[in-house]
């Protein structure tokens, strides 16, 4: 006998995926014989591949409009669903054939954080009182062991991870403060991880060319599950408002998100290992790598040990 399915529509960006999670993985937990059909988008979707209560992995493709959608509903009609939770739009749980159907124009009493509101739109369907999980990504074997060949051979255990990129110009810590905050904290790390799409590759080159620690640059060179399981293997991860903070987080990897413009209160890293560092007047060139050093300390020390 075929398991009772379940329809899940996640975002796009990969932050704003991570950020989806924990509404699935309360699903899963209440729900846990069934298998989850996922829609996601294809700059993404990578991270899903791995998650163990996966059934079909569909993309919905923005570009393609109103065809594409009901092309997409068609796909989707061939299953019977349980339920259907969309965190992306208003009405395709209403194509589809499911018995329950839950969309964010129905919630009330969200929260302020991403992470809140995508949970209340989930929470119709869980039991009173779930409380919220933490985010996740899952990466198979395969992907770790791409990871452990990306790090081999680099110098020590203690490794900084840095994402140096963003997906605009405003919200990138200049380089050079990312080259005086890896020199202020040499002594506390034994080597760098550079990590990014291939569109990062510059800054990480112009980084490593200056960086005193041994650096390993893997900017566009994993791909974004083997890019998680080198975070999970990092100490610490420092990077821009991008979807690598959440990663690491959702690795439980202790993360410091530089936040120039973006509004941390509803986009930060979830999670009590993710904090934050604040620009002046949300200017970067204002954000001093001696403060986010000590923010790098003493989010470290506050972690219990086992961390």
């Not at 791995?50 to 992995?57: H, I, N, Q, R």
């Not at 408002?241 to 690491?248: N, R």
């Not at 959702?250 to 930060?268: K, N, S």
Request: hydrophobic share 45%; aromatic share 8%; charged share 20%.
């Amino acid at each position: 006998m075929n398991p009772p399915r379940a329809l899940f529509v996640t975002l796009s960006n990969i932050g704003d995926l991570v950020m989806t999670t924990p509404a699935l993985a309360a699903l899963h937990a209440a729900y846990p014989d069934h298998v989850f059909d996922i829609v996601a988008d294809r700059r993404s979707s990578a991270l899903l591949l791995a998650c163990p209560f996966l059934g079909e992995l569909h993309h919905r493709d923005k570009a393609a409009g109103a065809p594409g959608m009901l092309k997409l509903a068609h796909t989707l009609r061939r299953h019977r669903y349980e339920f259907a939770v969309d965190l992306r739009t208003d009405f395709l749980p209403w194509l589809v054939r499911a018995r329950r159907r839950c969309a964010r124009w129905q919630c009330k009493g969200r929260g302020t954080h991403s992470v809140e509101q995508h949970f209340a739109v989930a929470q119709r369907i869980l039991p009173p009182d779930t409380a919220i999980p933490m985010p996740a990504v899952w990466y198979a074997e395969a992907e770790q062991r791409a990871a452990d060949e990306a790090l081999e051979g680099l110098h020590g255990s203690r490794w900084i991870a840095l994402g140096p990129g963003a997906n605009w110009r405003g919200k990138i810590w200049p380089l050079a403060h990312f080259i005086r905050l890896s020199a202020l904290l040499a002594s506390e790390f034994d080597a760098v991880v550079l990590l990014g799409g291939p569109g990062d590759a510059s800054l990480a080159a112009a980084f490593a060319s200056t960086c005193t620690l041994p650096c390993r640059d893997l900017c566009g060179r994993t791909s974004l599950p083997a890019a998680a399981a080198v975070l999970a293997r990092c100490t610490a991860f420092v990077g821009n408002d991008s979807g690598l903070g959440h990663m690491a987080a959702a690795v439980g990897t202790p993360t410091v998100t530089l936040f120039g413009p973006g509004d941390p209160e509803r986009y930060r890293p979830w999670g009590p290992q993710a904090m934050v560092a604040l620009a002046p007047e949300l200017d970067l060139e204002r954000l001093d790598p001696v403060h986010v050093a000590q923010d790098v300390r003493a989010h470290l020390a506050a972690l219990p040990p086992s961390a």
